[in-house]
């Protein structure tokens, strides 16, 4: 077995693929349309399905807004400098939530960042 994705319900499909894509460098890989159902589902991430576990947006057409609740944490992302991407998501319009230092009660070096529709992503800092 292994993760596939993680499905994230969308408000504004293209100002959530232009943050994937030109904030956090992220691919789209594949985009289908349910007219039936009033959907359309975007797959995004940093390479191709059949090895790396992507994010699906999902646009319900006639939902602009969703609550986010308070159960669901956050997506995260390995970078080579937390600092310096927290610099480039900004300059780029991006939010940073939580600039980068160590994690509380450890040392592992990290940043949070918010999606146009709120939800976290960490970013983690990796050799």
Known sequence: MRMLHTMLRVGNLERSIQ???????????????????????????YGDETSNTVIELTYNWDTDHYDLGNGYGHIAIGVSDAAAACDKIRNLGGKVVREA??????TEIIAFIEDPDGYKIELIERD
């Open 19 to 45: 943050f994937y894509t030109e904030v956090l460098g992220m691919i789209e890989l594949r985009r289908s349309e349910y007219p039936e159902g009033k959907f359309t589902l975007v797959f995004i991430g």
């Open 101 to 106: 230092g160590p994690m509380k009660h450890g």
